[in-house]
């Protein structure tokens, strides 16, 4: 869920050290864990001493660094791990022109298993609660109305959310590709979940190639690193996230139909999306398309019986990679093609109700006390989703916002908005609390709250326009799922590759494609 890509903004390297501001303690149920020593990292290798020494010595040889580099990027050109360059004005628009490697970093980041399995474990886990939570339109629009009075973007994603059920619209068929976001917090051992992205979960295709480029490296490298290229797991997120579309488009039941993708006009990231329609057409022979919302309004018609026709196509799965952002939606055409695709027939990936759960406000509500028993009915299920949650807060809580204002480094303020650059960190999360207080208290509806998590930092060295950087970074690890129901049949729910970002640590912001990290694989310890 991401604006396009950018250039990697790169900061001078910082400091070794990472300051992590002393715990502090709220009387309320999301209160952060006690303090513990933290032992394993996303940097850490506690399991192999050797192999940490052994890519210590090997990357403190600039000359072996750059042959590292060199063999990459060579790599990247032959496989298509690739953007548009922002440098060169059709590259967004026209395939093949302006191509630019992505932004990646030489080597994978270690992760100990334990935290891996446990973020695999989670995903049909949270595909099911999804689900089950999309069907709750009381719950979606009673906990999102005070939102709506102040995000005009939420509240017309709730007027067409009300509109599908004034005419009792059934989504029959469900699918969401979700993409789960943890970081694993130094001061309490623990990983946590930063957001769940339920619409256009970006670089399934671009991160499972970073993925084998480093599998490549290490290969051909091994004994001068000292690494095994098996630890780096397989991803294959891009075949999971296509075989997902198909079998949508399987279940809808016509065979001439087409898959379309709902695109931004200007799209420097559209190889990440073209993988996924290249093994659409290639495994399984279905055909898409691709439209942005103003040519649907424009192009496309609903007939009585819901069919989906859009430019003499009939669509039976309609694949959202845009329109997650008020920018998405500069006229009204664009909001007529939204109601249009939703009052139909077609599979929408994600439907408005996905679309919906996925807000902020909804992942705070979630973590409130005996919330998820109202959708979840095992509790080892409930206890391992509950496990991974960091501190969530609604504004309405008036002695959570002083102790924000008191000590703003220890929180994020998080907007309704998807992609990067929107949050707001350190002082700031003051300034702009004070601020809200001062308008009104309906403003502050608009935001939540959400403890900030502290990982440790390492030494990596990221590479951007051909040339490496070394720097101080920390890493988001991203469990990506699918998840396919045809009414009570369930058929597929299933965790379907990762993505790892890495980014320099003295940066707030973690999107690849908004300009503030570049991609990455793991290594597991």
């Known amino acids: 869920m991401r604006i396009g890509f950018s250039a990697l903004t790169l900061i001078p390297p910082v400091s070794l050290s990472f300051s992590h501001p002393p715990r502090f303690s709220i009387p309320t149920p999301f209160s952060p864990r006690p303090y513990s020593k933290f032992t394993m990292s996303l940097s ?102 005070r939102t709506k009075k102040v995000d005009d ?28 976001d943890y970081m694993l917090d130094s001061e309490t051992n623990m990983l946590l979940q930063i957001e769940l992205n339920a619409i256009s979960s970006s670089f399934p295709g671009l991160g499972s190639l970073v993925t084998q480029l480093h599998r490549t490296v290490i290969k051909h490298n091994s004994e001068a690193l000292g690494l095994d290229y098996t630890k780096v797991p397989e991803n294959t997120a891009a075949i999971h996230f296509a075989e997902a579309l198909y079998k949508a488009w ?26 996924l329609t290249e093994f659409l057409k290639d495994k399984y022979g279905v055909k898409s398309i691709r439209k942005t919302l103003g040519e649907i309004d424009a192009q496309g018609k609903v007939l009585p019986d819901g069919t989906l026709f859009v430019d003499g196509h009939l669509t039976s799965v309609v694949y959202f990679r845009a329109g997650y952002t008020p920018n998405d939606y500069p006229s009204e055409a664009e909001w007529r093609a939204r109601l249009l695709m939703e009052g ?23 973590a409130k006390p005996n919330v998820l028993e109202r959708f979840l009915e095992d509790k080892d299920e409930i206890a391992k989703l509950r496990k991974c949650f960091a501190g969530l807060w609604s504004l309405d809580n008036e002695e959570i916002v002083k102790t924000a204002i008191d000590k703003p480094e220890l929180f994020v303020l998080k907007p309704q908005r998807e992609g990067g650059g929107n949050n707001t960190y350190g002082e700031d999360v003051r ?52 998840y396919l129901r045809n009414k009570d049949k369930v058929i597929v729910n299933e965790q379907s ?21 570049v991609l990455d694989s793991v290594y597991l310890t």
Not at 345 to 362: E, F, Q, R
């Open 44 to 145: 850490s290798n506690p399991s192999s001493s050797s192999s940490s020494a052994a890519l210590t010595r090997g990357l403190d040889d600039p000359d072996f660094v750059q042959k590292l580099a060199k063999e990459a990027l060579v790599w990247c050109a032959l496989h298509g791990l690739v953007v548009g360059d922002r440098s060169s004005e059709r590259s967004g628009t026209i395939p093949g022109v302006g191509l630019v490697h992505a932004p990646f970093s030489l080597l994978p980041i270690f992760l100990p298993s334990v935290y891996w399995n446990q973020a695999c474990d989670l995903a049909p886990l949270f595909n099911e609660l999804v689900d089950r939570v999309s069907l709750d339109a009381d719950f979606l629009q009673n906990s999102l109305s």
């Open 431 to 482: 300034t702009t609390l004070i601020n809200l207080q001062k308008e009104g208290n309906e403003g502050l509806a608009a935001y939540i709250l959400m403890q900030r998590i502290f990982p440790k930092d390492s030494l990596s060295h990221l590479v951007r326009d051909g040339i490496f950087h070394k720097e101080n970074t920390i890493s988001e690890l991203g469990i990506y799922s699918a």
């Open 250 to 275: 399987v279940e809808y039941g016509n065979e001439s139909a087409v898959i379309m993708v709902v695109v931004q006009a200007e799209e420097r990231n559209m190889y990440d999306q073209y993988w």
């Open 344 to 366: 139909s027939s077609a599979v929408k990936c994600p439907s408005i109700s996905y679309h919906l759960v996925g807000t902020k406000k909804i992942q705070q509500e979630l």
């Open 497 to 517: 590759g990762y993505l790892m970002r890495t980014k320099v640590s003295s940066s707030n912001e973690g999107g690849v494609a908004s300009g503030f990290a």
């Open 153 to 180: 973007f939420t509240g017309r994603l709730l007027d067409i959310h009300l509109k599908m059920l004034s005419v009792n619209k059934k989504e029959d068929i469900r699918l969401g590709l979700h993409r789960s």
